[in-house]
């Protein structure tokens, strides 16, 4: 029997999976899903670090046999694991905003998406599909708003001045309309986002700056407004290595992607399929392990924190140790 969990993951730093290619001024640009253009997280990423995570943490739980089992082993005796994960596709996009700081961006494709996992898991998402039957995609220049108890656009807090309903997003202005029903799914998606009861202030930041853009638009900002970050080699005589400039792309603090881990009856005889979630777990328990997890590359320079939310466990983690947010 094959079972289905939806994972979230919320970069706590910038992160940069390379795709090997470039885009732009990007020497190093990030993996992008290929239909889409929007940047993801792929699978064997994820699976490789989460399984380099747990044996840092337990030097002896490779040669178990449910650790195994989970992600295979390969011996020639060897047989595949039981834990696939999918790629996590964006979800939500911060952009920085003239008021408010900034905000997250999404299109009702990414939305319905996040919808599609959620049912596939078995999971109730019932204010997305609700607000996708009631808005449309919006048209290029205008864009949907939470809303506060009224229907005045200018009483959101990305607002540019006060009585203004446009919004200045990254490099575009666009004309606001409020959506009672996009704050019900803002609402949800925080509290899926940030499950801990501690994190009122974020929940509340998140309901407040989620934005529906077309589209087009936030393809556009997916595509070609991730940050680009210069890098140069130093010589131990303090001068530049000739020739040693380059440009990397990131995929932005604050970014949500979300996906999918599927589960499979384990090849190994002796082991069922609890037993291999269960030492997938051993990430969200709380047991004295490396506090944060990565994903991708320049780790060593900050990058790739990952928070990791498993709604289906009720539990969220920094990739090796429950902490709040």
Not at 95 to 100: D, R
Not at 269 to 275: A, F, K, Q, R, Y
Request: aromatic share 8%; hydrophobic share 40%.
């Amino acid at each position: 029997m094959i079972e289905h969990h939806y994972q979230i993951f919320h970069c706590l730093e910038a992160v940069h999976n390379g795709s090997g290619e470039e885009i732009g001024i990007a020497d190093r640009a990030v993996i992008r899903d290929p239909t889409t253009r929007w940047p993801c997280f792929i699978g064997d990423s994820l699976k490789g670090s989460f399984k380099a995570q747990l044996r840092r943490g337990d030097a002896m739980i490779e040669s178990t046999p449910a650790f195994q089992a989970a992600f295979g082993k390969g011996e020639t005796d060897g047989f595949q694991g039981s834990l696939s994960f999918t790629k996590a596709g964006l979800l939500a996009l911060p952009v920085p905003s003239l008021a408010g700081t900034f905000g997250w961006v999404t299109c009702t494709l990414a939305l319905a998406r996040f919808a599609m996992h959620c049912d596939l898991a078995g999971l109730d998402s019932k204010p997305i599909t609700s607000l996708l039957n009631v808005i449309s995609d919006p048209s290029d220049g205008t864009c949907h708003v939470t809303s506060h108890g009224t229907d005045d656009a200018s009483m959101n807090p990305l607002q540019i001045e006060p009585g203004s309903t446009l919004r200045h997003l990254a490099n575009l202005v666009v004309e606001a309309e409020v959506s009672s029903d996009l704050r019900e799914a803002s609402a949800f998606l925080s509290a899926v986002i940030f499950p801990d009861d501690s994190n009122t202030y974020w929940r509340t930041f998140f309901t407040d700056r989620l934005v529906v853009l077309s589209q087009s638009q936030f393809t556009r900002l997916a595509y070609r407004g991730l940050p680009v970050h210069a890098n140069i080699q130093i010589l131990d005589t303090g001068v530049t290595q000739a020739g040693s400039l380059r440009y990397t792309e990131t995929v932005p603090a604050e970014s949500i992607l979300t996906g999918l881990l599927t589960t499979q009856k384990p090849y190994h005889p002796s082991v069922n399929s609890d037993d291999t979630l269960k030492v997938y777990s051993k990430l969200f328990n709380g047991e004295p392990r490396r506090a944060i997890g990565f994903v991708g590359a320049d780790r060593t320079k900050g990058r790739g924190m990952v928070r990791v939310i498993w709604p289906n466990a009720g539990r969220s983690t920094i990739a090796g140790g429950t902490h709040a947010r």
